[in-house]
C-alpha cells in the first residue's frame, strides 16, 4: 500500500511565523523522505532530503522525521511572503527502481 | 546544477491526435520519469525508466507510452490524445536509486 496523507490547506499565517507542514504515512516500509516547493504554474523544486528518524536543518527549514510515528515534518522560520507556494511531501520505498509518492500537497499563504 | 528541461510550457492538441512531450537531463542520471499532475489528484507516475531502452509502467500508464534511446532523453508518447489527458506533465530525473529527484519546469497541455 502506498498512501501519504497531507492537508491540502490554504494554510495561512502571518509574515514571521514559524509555518509546520506536515504529512502522515501508512507503509512502514518508506524509508526516505524529501519536501518540495512548487509555485503556481511551475516544476516541484527540492528543498529537504531526508533518511533517517531526527531533525535536518537548512537555513530557514527544518525537516523532522519520526519513523515509529510515521510523521514527518518541514518546519519554517521566520516566514517571508516569497514563501507562499504548494508544499509536497514525497517518499521513497528504497530498495530497487521505484518512483517517489507524493502528498496531494498544502497550499501555503504568507500574509505580508 | 541540475538542469532538466522539458521541450514545451504550454502544449494545445486535438482529440485523436499523437502527442510527444520531450525530456531531456544533463546530468548523466540514471533513472528518469513522468508524472502528472492535477488538482485534487497530487503527482502521478505514469512511466519510469532505470536504463537506456528500460521502461517500467507507474500507476496510470494506460493511454500513454515512453521511450528512452538516449540516457538524457526520456519521451513521453500520447498515442492519441483524449480531454481526459489535459493535465500538468512533468518530468523528472534522479541519479540512482534512493536519491531525491530533479523536476523540469512541467508541460501544461490541453486537449480540445
Known amino acids: 500500500q502506498k498512501e501519504v496523507e497531507q492537508d491540502p490547506g490554504p494554510l495561512s499565517v502571518p509574515e514571521g511565523a514559524i509555518v509546520s507542514l506536515n504529512c502522515t504515512y501508512s507503509?512502514?516500509?518508506?524509508?526516505?523522505f524529501m519536501w518540495y516547493r512548487q509555485y503556481s504554474r511551475k516544476g516541484p523544486e527540492l528543498l529537504m532530503y531526508?533518511?533517517?528518524?531526527g531533525n535536518k536543518e537548512d537555513g530557514r527549514f527544518t525537516a523532522q522525521v519520526d519513523k515509529s510515528s510515521k510523521y514527518i515534518s518541514l518546519f519554517i522560520r521566520d516566514s517571508q511572503p516569497s514563501d507562499s507556494a504548494t508544499y509536497l511531501c514525497?517518499?521513497?520505498?528504497?530498495?530497487?527502481?521505484?518512483?517517489?509518492?507524493f502528498g496531494k500537497g498544502t497550499h501555503l499563504i504568507i500574509q505580508p | 546544477d541540475v538542469k532538466v528541461t522539458q521541450s514545451s510550457r504550454y502544449l494545445v492538441k486535438r482529440t485523436g491526435e499523437k502527442v510527444f512531450l520531450e525530456c531531456v537531463q544533463d546530468m548523466d542520471h540514471e533513472n528518469m520519469f513522468w508524472y502528472r499532475q492535477d488538482p485534487g489528484l497530487g503527482l502521478r507516475l505514469i512511466y519510469f525508466?532505470?536504463?537506456?531502452?528500460?521502461?517500467e509502467k507507474g500507476d496510470i500508464p494506460e493511454g500513454y507510452s515512453v521511450s528512452r534511446e538516449k540516457k538524457e532523453r526520456f519521451s513521453l508518447i500520447l498515442e492519441s490524445a483524449s480531454t481526459n489527458q489535459t493535465s500538468m506533465y512533468l518530468c523528472?530525473?534522479?541519479?540512482?536509486?534512493?536519491?531525491?529527484?530533479?523536476f523540469g519546469q512541467g508541460t501544461r497541455l490541453t486537449v480540445v
Open positions: 507503509n512502514s516500509a518508506f524509508q526516505y
Open positions: 514525497a517518499m521513497i520505498l528504497g530498495g530497487g527502481a521505484d518512483g517517489l509518492t
Open positions: 525508466s532505470y536504463d537506456v531502452k528500460m521502461k
Open positions: 523528472a530525473s534522479r541519479p540512482q536509486m534512493n536519491t531525491e529527484a530533479f
Open positions: 531526508t533518511y533517517s528518524s
